[in-house]
């Protein structure tokens, strides 16, 4: 009989706490700071709402996160082994923080410490609904009766086929985090060119082509999807977005519409992600051929 576990991953998934629920997963806090105060970042936004971060972006607040460390990720990790369950952390990706490189040699120690104990760790090399949607199937898998080791090599096996397609409305956020240029800033402004980028085979954030405009740019996610979408009708589809439901809610039924997927979700793009992307990102992500 399989031991019991637990699914553990960082709030970097953008997860609402029903979806997080749903997985059967805990979400472990990463952190931002903001007018020079510290902030954990939960699912259900106790700290600092997602609407509250905003805004304060909005008004000129700018936003710096933080990787979570070794004693923060072996205190979450140790709950759950010195109460018998075995432990399969799914990490943000390696390619946009530290974080997996601190839970790696938290694993180990912890390792030693129990070694009657299975700590399996994952670098998903995603991020936001990426992540989400990897942590959802994991979830999927667990309750389905899968052992530590199936849904750790299932994760391992199709991490590279999680596509993450992104856009943003205003360049500034890119520029401040070093993305792009200051230069390429301000005449990408000057002449209405949203950026399309996604996340690579190495996990980080990659700039791939350029559109004139944002209706423009949203078409551009939904051409990634066409031309690499696998089995569209058997899989579900991520949207996230920060302060642009009602476009998401447009994009979502020209998914449903083109692709006829067996769901569609909708979540709010939370302050780690969205503390380099500002307001006005749309992110869209599917499994496909590649990324």
């Not at 709402?49 to 070794?70: C, D, L, Q, W």
């Not at 360049?171 to 401040?176: D, S």
Request: proline content about 4%.
């Amino acid at each position: 009989m399989n031991n019991p576990y637990v699914i553990l991953t960082e709030s970097s998934c953008d997860l609402t706490p029903e979806l997080v629920e749903r997985a059967g997963a805990e979400v472990l806090p990463l952190s931002f700071t903001m007018e020079e105060k510290n902030y954990p970042h939960y699912p259900d936004g106790r700290a600092m709402s997602i609407a509250a971060f905003y805004e304060k972006m909005r008004n000129g607040a700018t936003a710096v996160t933080a990787a979570a460390n070794v004693a923060e990720l072996t205190e979450g990790m140790e709950i759950h082994l010195k109460e018998g369950r075995d432990v399969l952390f799914l990490c943000f990706s390696s390619g946009l923080s530290s974080t997996r490189n601190a839970c790696a040699i938290a694993a180990a120690e912890l390792q030693e410490q129990y070694p009657e104990r299975k700590i399996c760790t994952v670098d998903t090399l995603a991020a936001s609904g990426g992540q989400g949607l990897l942590v959802l199937a994991a979830g999927e898998m667990q309750k389905a009766g899968a052992s530590i080791e199936e849904v750790r090599d299932f994760v391992e096996a199709e991490k590279l086929h999680m596509c993450h397609w992104f856009t943003v409305d205003d360049l500034t956020y890119l520029k401040r985090g070093g993305r792009i240029s200051p230069t390429v800033a301000a005449v990408g402004t000057m002449l209405n060119i949203k950026p399309v980028m996604h996340v690579d085979n190495e996990g980080h954030l990659i700039p791939v082509e350029k559109a004139r405009g944002r209706k423009a740019a949203l078409a551009a996610l939904l051409k990634h999807m066409r031309d690499t979408v696998t089995e569209p009708e058997a899989q579900r589809v991520m949207l996230c977005h920060t302060c642009c439901r009602e476009e998401a809610e447009r994009l979502r039924q020209d998914i449903l519409a083109e692709f006829h997927p067996k769901e569609v979700l909708i979540t709010e793009v939370g302050p780690i992600i969205g503390a380099h992307t500002g307001p006005g990102l749309m992110a869209l992500f599917f499994m496909g051929s590649r990324r």
